[in-house]
């Protein structure tokens, strides 16, 4: 059974520092990971998806890796925001079935 | 485009009653999906349908929870009956195909069960 897991549980950083999110999943078999902003009281908005094949995707000042042989993926934030404190959680579909896996989720609070 | 809607946003409801939620996704998605998130947790998937059939229900506690898709369009997630560990956001989400695409979710159902 696919496992993920993501680290630190919560980050506090003051505004114009760039972070690192960090994301693990046990079973490399994956066809794909994405990255999902999740703002309090609402539902998730996917901020970038990453195929299998591909090492990463940018969008903005968001940058996301892929190492899928050792199970990792990480979400570069620059320039943080205060506008980016949210819950920032990753999920892998893997092939051998077609749901989302979640991790718990990182909960990012950016000070001014 | 309008985005994937649920209803009713809010419900609370006493342990051993029923409630329905309802999801009307993004049009043309043909891939439905149902996932439960308790306070504190990521996403667990429900059930996911493509179009008006059932692709994985495998972790939907079919003692107590239905869900269909009569027409490969809106669905409706039933519970029944609830019971406290129920309290949770129930999230809908629709996408293009099975996999592959991004995945578009709604705000979510919020269920406390008192």
């Known amino acids: 059974k696919q496992e993920v897991t993501q680290i630190p549980a919560a980050l506090s950083v003051p505004e114009g520092e760039n972070l690192v999110l960090n994301c693990s999943f046990t079973d490399s078999a994956i066809y794909n990971l994405q990255w999902f902003r999740q703002d309090p009281g609402k539902g998730l908005t996917s901020l970038l998806l990453?195929?299998?094949?591909?090492r990463e995707q940018t969008s903005g000042r968001l940058n996301a890796s892929l190492d899928k042989s050792s199970g990792r993926s990480t979400l570069y934030i620059a320039a943080s925001q205060p506008g980016d404190s949210a819950t920032y959680l990753c999920a892998v579909t893997s092939n051998s079935g077609y749901a989302l896996n979640f991790g718990k989720g990182t909960s990012l609070l950016v000070t001014p | 485009e309008a985005g994937v809607a649920q209803s009713p946003r809010y419900k609370i409801i006493e342990k051993r009653q029923s409630v329905a939620f309802w999801c009307n996704p993004i049009s043309g998605h043909a891939t439905l999906y149902w996932y439960q998130q308790i306070l504190g947790q990521g996403p667990k998937l429900l059930i996911q349908?493509?179009?008006?059939?059932?692709?994985?229900d495998s972790q939907l506690p079919k003692d107590r929870f239905s869900a269909e898709r009569l027409k490969g369009v809106d669905s409706t997630l039933k519970i029944q009956p609830a019971k406290l560990e129920d309290s949770a956001v129930y999230l809908c989400a629709s996408s293009p195909t099975l996999s592959g695409n991004t995945i578009y979710f709604g705000e979510g159902s919020w269920l406390t069960v008192v």
């Open positions: 349908f493509q179009n008006n059939g059932v692709v994985d």
């Open positions: 990453i195929q299998s094949s591909q």
